[in-house]
């Protein structure tokens, strides 16, 4: 089950949880925690590991609204939001709050991780833009128009990936199919 939204970013550890935080921030979420899984298993078990940073992300409106709509839905808050090292790769990934509230039957709060879920998944998508070079050159898979990424205000997240599109019409033959443009 693919639970996560979930992007490589080429840049530093440390840059890397920067970038999530701001990005975070510019949709409206605060960090409420912050755990350094490395640093914690170093200190209370003496394993090493590399670099993984859970972040504890909450936007306050959408929590109030879940709150709502389920009292005991602060068990699943607030959204994690990982940061990592990966054989010297740097990853950023987001919990799918859509997939985590698939157990609770409640349409309200279905209604609401959609929304948040959205958010989240444009942070991380983001993320990956800023590693796209300014001079470099995409294409629309589904015309095969060549775009700059920095300008191209249409964009889908599809298995890890972004792409990117000149039109509406493109992007949603592409959300329709995905695997005929992508595969």
């Known amino acids: ?41 170093k200190k209370k078990l003496n394993i090493d590991r590399d670099n993984y940073i859970i972040l504890g992300a909450c936007n306050p409106p959408f929590a109030s609204e879940a709150l709502q709509a389920e009292i005991e839905i602060g068990l699943f808050l607030p959204c994690n939001v990982i940061v990592y090292e990966d054989n010297g790769k740097v990853f950023v990934s987001a919990i799918r709050p859509t997939i985590a509230m698939q157990m609770i039957d409640n349409q309200k ?20 833009m800023k590693d796209i070079k300014k001079t470099e050159k995409v294409f629309d898979l589904v015309c095969g128009m060549e775009l700059n990424p920095e300008n191209a205000k249409l964009h889908t997240e599809y298995k890890g990936e972004v792409y990117y599109f000149c039109s509406m019409t493109c992007k949603n033959h592409f959300v329709g199919d995905p695997e005929k443009y992508a595969g």
Do not use: C, H
């Open 1 to 41: 089950m693919d639970y996560s939204v979930k992007q490589q970013i080429n840049a530093s550890f440390s840059d890397a949880v920067s970038r999530a935080k701001a990005a975070l921030a510019e949709e409206g979420f605060g960090i409420l925690t912050e755990i350094d899984v490395k640093e914690t298993l």
């Open 109 to 128: 709060l279905s209604d609401v991780a959609k929304k948040v879920e959205q958010k989240l998944t444009k942070v991380i998508n983001r993320l990956g």
